[in-house]
């Protein structure tokens, strides 16, 4: 629950700050007439975002069990590379995110009526599937208990929330600290997803391994227990992992890790302008 509560605040955040971004451009330029054509293309971005949610529950559940581990295995890792180019691109694309939106809202509000719609609806549509997807892997990984789903609905709640008292000038976040940080804990939580990812490929016997264990502490950490519930909701740890998951664990989570930091310092640096010669 705690997993997919932070799935939902970052990624929901994400695409509120784009909404409140939209909607204060169109304000200050004079153009608050468009604002219901902004909600227009939000509502059809969650529309289909749930939609998208709702085939991926309920699509796979007249198939084989094969079948259902390789649908959710294969999904699972695609899930797992939206989030690792996504927490990468807002890293980088953080700067420049509000001027690229101003750009486009300055082109469509000159074309059809129907321009500033698509402008909100793909802007909003991208994150709210990759949450989608991200969120039904990282549901499937914790347990399918109706637990994930309420976290992430309180997770998307609570940035809707934000996002309303950002709007009003309420309230002041430092966003570059928060999305570094957020991200930093989605690239733990994508390693588990992965796990499970593999896990459920080797049920499938699409990978091998399944009984070749890197550790056992079920006798410690037991599944069903508090300790177990707490590990599997925040990192999605498994008291039973196979060598082939837990390399593949280690070999996303640290080199991942580390680019993370290290393109984050980057984008972090100030500008410097470029030296101009005596000749010049």
């Known amino acids: 629950m705690t997993a997919n509560f932070l799935i939902g605040l970052r990624e929901g955040l994400e695409a509120v700050l784009i909404v409140v971004l939209l909607l204060a451009y169109l304000r200050k330029s004079g153009r608050s007439r468009l604002i219901p054509r902004v909600y227009g293309g939000v509502g059809v971005a969650a529309a289909v975002s749930l939609a998208f949610g709702a085939l991926l529950t309920f699509g796979?559940?007249?198939?084989?069990?094969e079948?259902?581990?390789?649908?959710?295995?294969?999904?699972?890792?695609?899930?797992?590379?939206?989030?690792?180019?996504?927490?990468?691109?807002?890293?980088?694309?953080a700067r420049s995110l509000g001027a690229d939106l101003r750009s486009r809202v300055d082109t469509?509000?000159?074309?059809?009526?129907?321009?500033?719609?698509?402008?909100?609806?793909?802007?909003v549509g991208r994150e709210g599937l990759e949450t989608a997807l991200f969120i039904w892997a990282a549901a499937r990984a914790t347990g399918q208990t109706w637990e994930p789903?309420?976290?992430?609905?309180?997770?998307?709640l609570v940035a809707v929330a934000l996002g309303a008292l950002l709007h009003k000038?309420?309230?002041?976040?430092?966003?570059?600290?928060?999305?570094?940080?957020?991200?930093?804990a989605l690239i733990i939580v994508a390693g588990g997803v992965l796990a499970y990812g593999i896990h459920d490929l080797q049920e499938a016997a699409v990978l091998p391994g399944l009984h070749h264990l890197a550790f056992d502490v079920s006798h410690i950490v037991a599944p069903?227990?508090?300790?177990g519930t707490l590990l599997k909701g925040i990192?999605?740890?498994?008291?039973?992992?196979?060598?082939?998951?837990?390399?593949?664990?280690?070999?996303?989570?640290?080199?991942?890790?580390a680019l993370y930091f290290r393109r984050n310092r980057r984008a972090a640096r100030p500008v410097t302008a470029a030296p101009v010669s005596a000749g010049s």
Not at 108 to 123: C, D, P, R
């Open 149 to 156: 789903i309420l976290g992430a609905a309180l997770g998307l």
């Open 60 to 65: 796979p559940r007249g198939l084989t069990f």
């Open 169 to 184: 000038g309420v309230l002041k976040i430092n966003l570059s600290r928060f999305f570094t940080w957020t991200g930093a």
């Open 235 to 257: 990192f999605n740890f498994s008291p039973a992992t196979t060598w082939l998951e837990a390399a593949a664990w280690v070999l996303y989570v640290v080199p991942v890790m």
């Open 108 to 123: 469509a509000a000159q074309g059809s009526s129907w321009a500033i719609v698509l402008v909100a609806a793909l802007a």
């Open 67 to 93: 079948a259902q581990e390789i649908i959710g295995g294969s999904l699972s890792i695609v899930a797992v590379g939206f989030v690792t180019w996504m927490v990468f691109w807002m890293a980088q694309a």
């Open 224 to 227: 069903g227990s508090a300790l």
